[in-house]
């Protein structure tokens, strides 16, 4: 029975989430021209995509530790000057896509490295603390932040340069829009896609479903539930990690560059539902399409982009309105 009413609900998320995409194309289509409809989708969803990149770690950890870990804004920052130190400590005359290349999987595994021992150091001692889970992962995103400031100054670094293949334009329905945006859109995809599979198809995904769930009854099975901990807040990390180092060639890096995208991801994970990883794919390209509409309006009618970070408040307390738990959260 209750299985049943859990998959009425995704079903009906499905469907509202469908038809507030298809409300969005209608506004645009009546207020802008076929190409500024076409790049303002496309920005949307590339906006989405880093917004599910940090998002999707906080949301799996979250629903499998019951952890709200807000240290993920720096690593997200970590990865992007991870990046530019590989990047850098090439030699000059390496090929950009190799440097480009071993910046993204050195920042996706020096995340994931970090994540891995911050579970085993400070987080593991204070999982029947959840207030001090709170206090410790923003103590250290601020220290995270002001070592960066200490090494690197609070100037920031200049954009990365990306690979040549990606640093042009396209022309669809006669607007511009970037390749390397495009890029980005793809990696998400996979990334959504990936971590969607190795959750419902793998062991690894059986036993983490599991552990959210019932974590005492895995353990009773002879399942080594810290480690899968620690796989699992490594993995958050190492994602928020990729997510910052792709945002580099366009971002640059800057302390506290994680922060903003980390409220933007807390507010992601409510609307899609706290612990439903599927909400929080589902909730940030939501996000992302309502954030680029809005900014597009407000460009186009008031010259500021002053109602991109208020639209997305306002989809957030809409839908919390129709369902307190989030689209696809459980009652």
Same mark, same amino acid.
């Given at each position: 029975?209750?299985?049943?009413?859990?998959?009425?609900?995704?079903?009906?998320?499905?469907?509202?989430?469908?038809?507030?995409?298809?409300?969005?194309?209608?506004?645009?289509?009546?207020?802008?021209?076929?190409?500024?409809?076409?790049?303002?989708?496309?920005?949307?969803? +590339?906006?989405?995509?880093?917004?599910?990149?940090?998002?999707?770690?906080?949301?799996?950890?979250?629903?499998?530790?019951?952890?709200?870990?807000?240290?993920?804004?720096?690593?997200?920052?970590?990865?992007?000057?991870?990046?530019?130190?590989? +990047?850098?400590?090439?030699?000059?005359?390496?090929?950009?896509?190799? /440097?480009?290349?071993?910046?993204?999987?050195?920042?996706?595994?020096?995340?994931?490295?970090?994540?891995?021992?911050?579970?085993?150091?400070?987080? /593991?001692?204070?999982?029947?603390?959840?207030? +001090?889970?709170?206090?410790?992962?923003?103590?250290?995103?601020?220290?995270?932040?002001?070592?960066?400031?200490?090494?690197?100054?609070?100037?920031?670094?200049?954009?990365?340069?990306?690979?040549?293949?990606?640093?042009?334009?396209?022309?669809?329905?006669?607007? !511009?829009?970037?390749?390397?945006?495009?890029?980005?859109?793809?990696?998400?995809?996979?990334?959504?896609?990936?971590?969607?599979?190795?959750?419902?198809?793998?062991?690894?995904?059986?036993?983490? /479903?599991?552990?959210?769930?019932?974590?005492?009854?895995?353990?009773?099975?002879?399942?080594?539930?810290?480690?899968?901990?620690?796989?699992?807040?490594?993995?958050?990390?190492?994602?928020?990690?990729?997510?910052?180092?792709?945002?580099?060639?366009?971002?640059?890096?800057?302390?506290?560059?994680?922060?903003?995208?980390?409220?933007?991801?807390?507010?992601?994970?409510?609307?899609?539902?706290?612990?439903? +990883?599927?909400?929080?794919?589902?909730?940030?390209?939501?996000?992302?399409?309502?954030?680029?509409?809005?900014? !597009?309006?407000?460009?186009?009618?008031?010259?500021?982009?002053?109602?991109?970070?208020?639209?997305?408040?306002?989809?957030?307390?809409?839908?919390?309105?129709?369902?307190?738990?989030?689209?696809?959260?459980?009652?």
């Amino acid at each position: 029975m209750r299985q049943t009413l859990r998959v009425n609900v995704f079903r009906q998320s499905l469907i509202l989430s469908g038809l507030f995409v298809l409300g969005l194309l209608a506004l645009n289509l009546a207020v802008f021209r076929p190409g500024t409809v076409a790049v303002v989708m496309l920005s949307g969803l +590339y906006q989405g995509m880093l917004f599910f990149l940090i998002a999707a770690g906080m949301s799996i950890v979250f629903g499998l530790l019951d952890v709200l870990n807000l240290a993920q804004g720096a690593f997200f920052m970590l990865g992007a000057y991870a990046g530019f130190a590989i +990047y850098g400590a090439l030699p000059a005359g390496t090929p950009i896509e190799v /440097r480009f290349l071993a910046a993204l999987v050195g920042a996706t595994l020096t995340g994931g490295l970090a994540g891995a021992l911050m579970e085993i150091g400070l987080l /593991r001692p204070l999982y029947a603390r959840p207030v +001090y889970q709170i206090v410790m992962t923003l103590g250290l995103s601020t220290a995270i932040n002001e070592v960066v400031r200490a090494i690197y100054g609070p100037a920031g670094l200049v954009p990365i340069e990306e690979p040549p293949a990606l640093a042009t334009t396209f022309n669809i329905l006669g607007g !511009q829009f970037e390749t390397y945006r495009l890029f980005i859109i793809f990696v998400g995809a996979a990334l959504m896609v990936g971590i969607s599979l190795l959750l419902q198809r793998t062991r690894l995904g059986i036993i983490i /479903r599991a552990g959210v769930q019932d974590s005492e009854m895995v353990q009773a099975l002879g399942i080594n539930v810290r480690r899968i901990f620690t796989l699992v807040f490594a993995l958050g990390t190492a994602v928020a990690a990729l997510g910052g180092m792709t945002a580099a060639p366009f971002l640059g890096a800057y302390p506290g560059m994680g922060t903003d995208f980390l409220l933007v991801a807390i507010i992601v994970i409510v609307i899609g539902g706290m612990s439903s +990883y599927e909400g929080t794919a589902i909730a940030s390209l939501l996000v992302g399409l309502t954030r680029a509409t809005a900014e !597009q309006v407000s460009l186009q009618y008031f010259n500021t982009p002053i109602l991109a970070s208020v639209s997305i408040l306002l989809f957030m307390v809409a839908v919390l309105l129709v369902r307190p738990t989030g689209l696809f959260g459980r009652e």
